[in-house]
């Protein structure tokens, strides 16, 4: 049995990119073998075992083997159902949805309405994030307060949003059953706890020694978080944000209840629109034309939100931030 530091020798002779890419090519080459044959099973079953050999080839202890081989597992759910999603695809499906001009206004409004949510949750959240990081008396409510939309039904989260912002609720004057306001109201909700909950996981790992000396050389409250806390915690509150924009992306409960469909200022038309979610148009798509075209709808919508997602990733990443200095 190989030793740790004999297989770090290895791995470091090798190099792990490699490693990585060719493991990758037999996965997709395992893949697209049993997809042809029509047999995805057998592809699940190869993940694991192939999972626990390249584990035992690289550790060799039976924890590590034993754990990879657990969670391939789990990544077989997470991951086949994608592979398979992709792969039953039908090219020219696709291209006719993306030329048209309706899934446009959806796709542009399945980002923008999500951003503005997202914003909102940094806007306001990251103040109370700092604030439970410090800790105040009663914060175990406020902490519960900012979970429960994390356990609240998506369609009850609606619902709330209505009782406490629709007629008779705390803000008359504002129109939000189907209106962006209220799209963005209830993205917000079921959102924000990812913002907040990011955002005080960060300023928590900073070293209170820091912002001492910050203090204690004249600074303000106001100018060491400007200039020395915020600073040090901005990868965490991107996050946040990052993950608060893919929460109220995926939405579709709440936004059904709130905004079924909304009017908003399409930018490449110059001009008020109306169109869904995209979480709601893929749905109705799906009632209307049948599994293959909201697949290619929603195809459309997962490549987006990824490509986003990756861009945003990449540049809060060590080597971004630091340009490759470590």
Known sequence: MATGTET???????????????????????????????????????VVGSVAVAAY????????????????????????????FVARQQPGLIVQKAL???????????????????????LFGVPLARLLADGF?????????????????????GIIILFGFGQGGAFPSVSVLGTMTGMVLAMSFVSAPYAVNAAREAFESID????????????????TFRRVTAPLAVRGIVTGGVLAWA???????????????VEFFYLPAGESVRAQHAPVFVYNTYLTGGLEESGA??????????????????????????????
């Open 247 to 261: 929460r109220a992306v995926s939405e579709f409960g709440a936004v059904a209840v709130v905004a079924y469909t």
């Open 100 to 122: 048209n001009p309706d899934v446009h206004r959806v796709l542009y409004l399945g980002v923008y309405g999500p951003l503005l949510a997202a914003l909102a949750s940094l």
């Open 137 to 157: 008396p009663g914060q175990q409510v406020i902490e519960s307060l900012v979970d429960l939309p994390l356990v609240v039904p998506h369609s009850v989260a």
């Open 297 to 326: 709808v929603a195809f459309l919508l997962l490549a987006v939100s990824a490509v986003i997602f990756l861009i945003v990733r990449y540049l809060t990443s060590d080597t971004a931030t630091t340009g490759g200095v470590v």
């Open 57 to 84: 080839a690289l550790d060799g202890s039976a924890f590590v083997v034993g754990a990879a081989t657990l969670g391939s597992v789990l990544l077989v759910a997470l991951g086949l159902p994608l592979a398979l």
């Open 8 to 46: 770090d020798v290895r791995t470091g002779r090798l190099g792990r990119a490699p490693i990585v890419v060719a493991f990758a090519a037999v996965q997709l080459a395992a893949f697209a073998a049993a997809y042809a044959s029509g047999s995805p099973t057998l592809y699940a079953y190869f």
């Open 208 to 223: 209170d020694r820091l912002e001492y000396a910050s203090r204690i050389h004249g600074a303000s409250r106001f100018q």
